[in-house]
């Protein structure tokens, strides 16, 4: 089992940044990929991130592309979500997630997932 509890979410002006984290427990960190997701209001939930479990891949979706980024610390056991330029459409509730598989980061099939945290970009 692994445990995952996600902070950092706010309310931000468009154009603003956030940074959320997720600190992991349970199992040894480093042997998971990681990802982010989101779910706005009245829509599914959808990939946002990953992060192989060494951190040398990542994986984003488009519509994010060179304005989050994603990155890991193993030693703290905290996976970063760094958000940047945020739009009115990023507004969300941002989850975490463990992945045990092995090889590159996925978009889907994780294992383990936080409770998540409400980001909102305001117009």
């Known amino acids: 089992q692994v445990q995952l509890a996600e902070s950092g979410g706010g309310l931000v002006q468009a154009g603003g940044s956030l940074r959320l984290s997720c600190a992991a427990s349970g199992r040894t960190f480093s042997n998971y990929a990681m990802g982010w997701f989101r779910r706005a209001p009245g829509k599914e939930r959808e990939f946002v991130a990953a992060i192989s479990s060494s951190g040398s891949s990542t994986g984003y979706a488009d519509s994010v592309k060179g304005r989050f980024t994603i990155s890991r610390d193993n030693a703290k056991n905290t996976v970063y979500l760094q958000m940047h330029s945020l739009k009115p459409e990023d507004t969300a509730v941002y989850y975490c997630?463990?992945?045990?598989?092995?090889?590159?980061?996925?978009?889907?099939?994780?294992?383990?997932w936080g409770r998540g945290t409400q980001v909102t970009v305001s117009s």
């Open positions: 997630a463990a992945d045990r598989r092995v090889g590159q980061p996925r978009r889907s099939g994780y294992d383990y």
